[in-house]
């Protein structure tokens, strides 16, 4: 059983960076798929995006593309989202998730973070 604690979120101004993490426990994430999805107000969670096992291949919604990276580092079981030239409408709840498979796209997580709220002024 794997347990997700995120970090890093907070309050930061149009244009400015955030780096979130998700750091696991209670077993390994090094051959899952793991992913970070949000869920602004009144709308539904939304995929953001994703890396295999190696991260040999990473996945991102158009909404993020070019401004959030997503990496691992399997050797300390976290993962993290840089979130750069951020922007108001990124405003959510930030969650990561994990896949028991190697790579592909989920259609859905097996474990999940509790959260993190990221909020862009301006």
């Known amino acids: 059983q794997v347990q997700l604690v995120e970090s890093g979120g907070g309050l930061v101004q149009a244009g400015g960076s955030l780096r979130l993490s998700c750091a696991a426990s209670?077993?390994?994430?090094?051959?899952?798929?793991m992913g970070w999805l949000r869920q602004a107000p009144g709308k539904e969670r939304e995929f953001i995006a994703a890396?295999?096992?190696?991260?040999?291949?990473?996945y991102y919604a158009d909404s993020v593309r070019g401004r959030f990276t997503i990496s691992r580092d399997n050797a300390k079981n976290t993962v993290f989202l840089q979130m750069n030239s951020l922007k108001p409408e990124d405003t959510a709840v930030y969650y990561c998730?994990?896949?028991?498979?190697?790579?592909?796209?989920?259609?859905?997580?097996?474990?999940w973070g509790q959260g993190t709220q990221v909020t862009v002024s301006s």
């Open positions: 890396i295999s096992w190696n991260a040999g291949h990473r």
């Open positions: 998730a994990a896949a028991r498979r190697l790579e592909g796209l989920p259609e859905r997580y097996d474990y």
């Open positions: 209670g077993g390994t994430i090094s051959f899952y798929v």
